[in-house]
């Protein structure tokens, strides 16, 4: 594992527990003790105590042994700021970051130079075959499986984290109710069907699949097999602010556009990855003063639209907005002996219960 650069973190101060847990977590990020025992003092607590404290913390056998490992995550973050150093340096003439754009692009070539060397690319016409192109949309949906309930992600704008919160989000309603409400709500993140809610696995829905085609070579051809091929649907507005998956996927836009900010793996240390999959920082609105680090991350921006497919591979940070109602699709099954990379050393558990004040 890997960790961000070191920065002094503001004191819980609303419990001895809370307090040490933050001595505990700085120390072995390698903030200098003094440097902490200042900042409880500003906290209140007088000189004497607050060095007590530190030092207790640290002479904590768990605490000893994770300071004792910090040289090493420095030399894991140096060996990664030297990758992202050589990448710049790679880019330095072509202006902005872009993701590159293929049109014809083989299989052959997808993999040796994009998949295997963990970048992205933007493939155009890859879904010229598909019947969902021409009969996918929010309407058409609502008149084929309108009483059909779907589960979706409801209530998203009054949590303030709702992609780690998801679970206790999860809805039900029809889904030409879901339709209605895109049409008439305007931009919104409010509801999401995200690949969670597993729509294409519902036998009402599996009719569904006869509309979508592996892109040869690219994919495993049978795309019936559980968790071969996920569906999204939303209204403009939606947002899965920055995170990384676990396995490479291959995300297929059917209706609609969706803008993406797309972040290298390698500057993982720099994203402030508290939890999970997830990054503190709000894509939308960067604040450096809190999160300083990111300021070092390369950002690239992409919009993809209609029958266009872009690579997200394993480990690379993004986020994603819908620029209007939208109809993804998603693979994570390539037409390889490995059917994926997966980045193992990973949580996703349910966000801890903050303690009460």
Request: charged letters at 25%; proline letters at 8%; glycine letters at 6%.
């Amino acid at each position: 594992m890997v960790y961000r650069t070191p920065r002094v973190m503001r004191p819980d101060e609303s419990s001895s527990h809370q307090r040490r847990a933050w001595i505990a977590e700085n120390l072995t990020r390698g903030v200098p003790p003094r440097r902490l025992v200042a900042r409880l003092c500003e906290s209140g607590l007088a000189p004497e105590q607050a060095l007590a404290e530190v030092e207790s913390v640290a002479a904590h056998p768990a605490v000893v042994q994770a300071r004792a490992r910090t040289p090493r995550h420095r030399e894991l973050e140096a060996l990664l700021a030297a990758r992202a150093a050589l990448y710049r340096q790679e880019h330095s003439g072509d202006g902005a970051p872009r993701v590159e754009r293929r049109r014809g692009l083989s299989p052959d070539e997808f993999f040796a130079r994009y998949y295997h060397r963990n970048r992205p690319v933007i493939i155009e016409g890859l879904m010229a075959d598909w019947p969902a192109m021409s009969r996918w949309s929010p309407e058409w949906l609502a008149e084929r499986f309108g009483d059909e309930p779907v589960e979706v992600m409801a209530g998203r704008e009054s949590d303030a984290d709702p992609d780690f919160n998801a679970e206790r989000l999860r809805r039900s309603l029809p889904l030409r109710e879901l339709v209605a409400r895109m049409r008439e709500g305007g931009e919104t993140n409010d509801v999401y069907l995200v690949a969670r809610n597993s729509l294409l696995l519902r036998e009402a829905f599996r009719p569904l699949l006869a509309d979508l085609r592996a892109p040869a070579g690219y994919i495993q051809p049978d795309i019936t097999a559980p968790d071969s091929v996920h569906l999204w649907f939303g209204p403009a507005g939606t947002l899965s602010n920055l995170h990384h998956d676990h396995l490479n996927v291959l995300f297929c836009q059917v209706f609609g556009r969706k803008r993406f900010w797309l972040i290298p793996s390698w500057e993982t240390p720099w994203l402030y990855n508290d939890r999970g999959l997830y990054s503190a920082v709000d894509i939308l609105a960067p604040d450096v003063t809190r999160f300083p680090d990111f300021a070092r991350a390369t950002v690239h921006t992409c919009e993809v639209g209609p029958g266009e497919a872009l690579l997200i591979p394993v480990g690379w940070w993004h986020a994603v907005q819908a620029l209007d109602v939208s109809l993804s699709v998603t693979f994570v099954c390539f037409d390889q002996a490995a059917r994926n990379a997966e980045w193992r050393d990973y949580w996703i558990g349910p966000q801890p219960e903050k303690v009460e004040r």
